[in-house]
């Protein structure tokens, strides 16, 4: 039997710098190993997914702000994903600069939970 050595490289983490998600990643990039063509839209840290049998498969954890370099994860609380990355706070300090579309389903997304706090 194989004994793990101290030469296997150690696990890099992902960890979003809004909500404290942690995640082991396998991959940073646009272009995943192992993957059938796949290109993605961004630079993201990619891990496989741990409950599919398929090597083909698997998840984007998160990516960087495109503006302050933030890592994010893609959750929708955390980030946004419009032609770029853009982690929450970029978002809401340059929400004007949004679509007015982006900017109501924000407002909608608020309001939301807002009702779920209270
Ligand atoms: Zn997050
Ligand atoms: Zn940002």
Redesign the pocket.
Known sequence: MMEQTTSETPQKTFTCQLCDLSSPYSYYGQKPPNTRAIVLLEECFVTKDPFSPDKDKFLVLGST??????R?CVGSDC?LFYTKR??????N?HLDQFPHQIQAELAKKKQISKAAVS
Request: with cysteine.
């Open positions: 702000c495109s503006l302050c370099n933030t994010v980030s853009f982690c929450m706070q970029c978002v300090k």
